[in-house]
Every structure is written in C-alpha cells, then in structure tokens.
C-alpha cells in the first residue's frame, strides 16, 4: 500500500453521508489519489505510495477504474471522504491469493480506516457457501482477543455476510491484518461485509468511533446505516 510513514491508531469515521453534486468547478471528488508502491506489517509499520498516474481524472470524474479487476470506486457516493486520500494496491499476493485494494486513509500516512476487498477465490472455494465459512474461520483467527459477531446481511452484489467487531480500529494493514483494538479512552466499533460475486470474494470494511453514552444496538445500527453508504461506492466496472 502507498506512503512513506508509519501508521498509528485510527480515528474515526465521522461525516454525515451527504449527496455530492457532480461539478467540475466543485471541489475534487476526494483529496488524493494515490498507488501503493510498499507496505509492511511484520516489525516497523510502512506504508509508502506514489501519486496515482490518472489522480486528476479520479478527482474530476469521480470514478476511478481498480485496474483489471472489473470494479471501480464511485467517488460520487462516498461524500464523508471528499478530504480523504484513496489508495490503490493491485493483485498483491501477500496472502497466498490475488487481493486488490481500494483503500481509505485521512491523510494518506495512516491509519487505513476504510477498505473496499477484491480477492480471487481459488477454484477450490468458487462456491458461496463454502466460501463464506472460510471468510468467518479466518476472521476469527484475526480477532485476537477481540469478539467478532456474524450475520446474514445485503449488499449491492446480493446477499452476504456481515461482521461486526467492538473496538476494532484502523492499521497499515487493515483490513486484511490481525485485528487491533481501541484505547478505553477513545471507544470505537468496526463493521466488514463479504459477498462473493462470479469468481471473486468482495469487503467491504470500515471503523467508526463509539461515542459516550451510545449503547451497543444504538452504535451497531448506526455502523450498519455507515456501511449501506460506504457499500454503494464500489461498482462493477461493466454492470452487465
């Protein structure tokens, strides 16, 4: 992933969702565009990127192509990250898969706070189901001593998996990594959808902070009604 500083907790996910409207002597889309040129997770975080080579057609159209991978980011839909920085990671095999990454940080040095996922699923797990059950065995290796609760939820591709884990907080490598947790001091929740579309599992990831007095439904419908937002700004490519 791109940037050439190391990464510190998050913070949180705090716009309202507010409709954009499409102008070219408007604001740009969303701050920067930018391509992971190095990141590490083992030892000293890194996270280092170079500036995306179509930026400008990002922040004007408000659309930018992930690659080859038949998905785009609308930039239209996501509002709350106008003053974001979004960074691109394309086929990284890290994980012994094909992942590509479209990835949100505040300023582009970290902590990544909001993840859109496209794996390519071996043709072993090409089956919704299967894939699913793989999806909640290898998060519940993530979560450490953290507890992560499943249920059945929508997405713009169909019906999915839904994930959600009090505490969780944004990294370098979020949100693919070993899960990391809120200080007492600054209380926050993550929110994860999987939905698995032809041959490819899709994330939807983000965190957000858990504000005093808020109790645990309250905080939880309010991470759902952020996500049916964040979900709307990736679309396929060819939406045949």
Same mark, same amino acid.
């Given at each position: 992933?791109?940037?050439?500083?190391?990464?510190?907790?998050?913070?949180?996910?705090?716009?309202?969702?507010?409709?954009?409207?499409?102008?070219? &002597?408007?604001?740009?889309?969303?701050?920067?565009?930018?391509?992971?040129?190095? !990141?590490?997770? !083992?030892?000293?975080? =890194?996270? !280092?990127?170079?500036?995306?080579?179509?930026?400008? $057609?990002?922040? @004007?159209?408000?659309?930018?192509?992930?690659? +080859?991978?038949?998905?785009?980011? +609308?930039?239209?839909?996501?509002?709350? %990250?106008? #003053?974001?920085?979004? *960074? @691109?990671?394309?086929? /990284?095999?890290?994980?012994?898969? +094909? &992942?590509?990454?479209?990835? %949100?940080?505040? &300023?582009?040095?970290?902590?990544?706070?909001?993840?859109?996922? =496209?794996?390519?699923?071996?043709? /072993?797990?090409r089956d919704n189901e299967l894939a699913l059950r793989q999806v909640v065995a290898i998060q519940q290796g993530n979560t450490g001593d953290g507890k992560a609760s499943f249920i059945e939820a929508d997405t713009p591709f169909g019906r999915g998996?839904e994930m959600v884990v009090g505490g969780r907080v944004g990294s370098t490598c979020y949100p693919t990594a070993r899960f990391l947790y809120a200080t007492a001091e600054a209380p926050s929740i993550g929110i994860s959808r999987f939905v698995v579309?032809?041959?490819?599992?899709? #994330?939807?990831?983000?965190?957000?902070?858990?504000? +005093?007095?808020?109790?645990?439904?309250?905080?939880?419908?309010?991470? $759902?009604?952020? *996500?049916?937002? %964040? $979900?709307?700004?990736?679309?396929?490519? /060819?939406?045949?």
């Open positions: 992933m791109n940037r050439s500083r190391n990464c510190l907790l998050c913070l949180a996910l705090g716009a309202a969702w507010l409709p954009i409207a499409a102008s070219a &002597d408007e604001t740009p889309a969303i701050h920067n565009v930018v391509t992971v040129t190095e !990141q590490r997770c !083992q030892g000293p975080a =890194i996270l !280092q990127w170079a500036v995306h080579p179509r930026r400008r $057609q990002a922040q @004007e159209s408000g659309s930018l192509a992930l690659g +080859d991978t038949g998905y785009r980011v +609308d930039l239209s839909a996501l509002a709350p %990250f106008r #003053e974001w920085t979004l *960074m @691109e990671r394309l086929h /990284d095999g890290s994980r012994g898969v +094909d &992942d590509s990454y479209a990835l %949100f940080s505040r &300023d582009g040095s970290g902590p990544i706070e909001a993840a859109y996922v =496209i794996t390519r699923l071996p043709e /072993d797990l998996l579309r032809n041959d490819d599992l899709i #994330e939807y990831s983000l965190v957000m902070s858990w504000p +005093d007095g808020v109790g645990q439904g309250a905080i939880i419908e309010q991470a $759902q009604r952020r *996500m049916d937002g %964040f $979900q709307r700004g990736l679309a396929a490519a /060819d939406p045949r």
